[in-house]
T-cell receptor
């Protein structure tokens, strides 16, 4: 059973489009995260939710909007995609909100043409 | 703010050789330290963590790390590596304050050759 699953695995789209990435965890964890990994493999947190409430919101363009319908799901919607948005986006979860993710999804590779 | 420096971007070794991946951190307050591993086309997995207590921390897959406060280091070691250990390894740090952000290093690519 996959602990943290995100879809799609690959996303190729054109500049200006709007796209969503979905994430689900079946671990019963309270906290979920979105991380961005750039082409140099540098990882940076974007958002964190605890029990559906936003607790970390880094300096991310407001074109990125997370949504957590329940504590098992954290989706990421991106409006007006730009070339610089090309990256691998990872969803992660942890049991509590202490700050370090325990389980990661396999990533969504977003490529902007 | 805290920061992490992984001193080697790439470490090639032969199978069954020992390996050390170096990590130094900088922080004005007490921190927690972590090592994660990322296999190709996968997400990260937590290898081990130092929160308090013994400075020698054992993790999964035979890895261990030693917290050295005076040298602000948290180097990762394994006495004998396997081909399957080939992966990207990330050191990470966060302040002890609950909810503080995790800061990652830039990663070290470990390549184990036969």
């Amino acid at each position: 059973d996959t602990a943290v699953s995100q879809t799609p695995k690959y996303l190729v789209t054109q500049m200006g489009n709007d796209k969503s990435i979905k994430c689900e965890q079946n671990l019963g964890h309270d906290t979920m995260y979105w991380y961005k990994q750039d082409s140099k493999k540098f990882l940076k947190i974007m958002f964190s939710y605890n029990n559906k409430e936003l607790i970390i919101n880094e300096t991310v363009p407001n074109r990125f909007s997370p949504k957590s319908p329940d504590k098992a799901h954290l989706n990421l919607h991106i409006n007006s995609l730009e070339l610089g948005d090309s990256a691998v986006y990872f969803c992660a979860s942890s049991q509590d909100s202490t700050g370090q993710p325990q389980h990661f999804g396999d990533g969504t590779r977003l490529s902007i043409l | 703010a805290q920061s992490v420096t992984q001193l080697d971007s790439q470490v090639p070794v032969f199978e069954e050789a020992p390996v050390e991946l170096r990590c130094n951190y900088s922080s004005s307050v007490s921190v927690y330290l972590f090592w994660y591993v990322q296999y190709p086309n996968q997400g990260l997995q937590l290898l081990l963590k130092y929160l308090s207590g013994s400075t020698l921390v054992k993790g999964i897959n035979g890895f261990e790390a030693e917290f050295n406060k005076s040298q602000t280091s948290f180097h990762l070691r394994k006495p004998s590596v396997h081909i399957s250990d080939t992966a990207e390894y990330f050191c990470a740090v966060r302040k002890e304050t609950s909810g503080s952000r995790l800061t990652f290093g830039e990663g070290t690519q470990l390549t184990v050759n036969p």
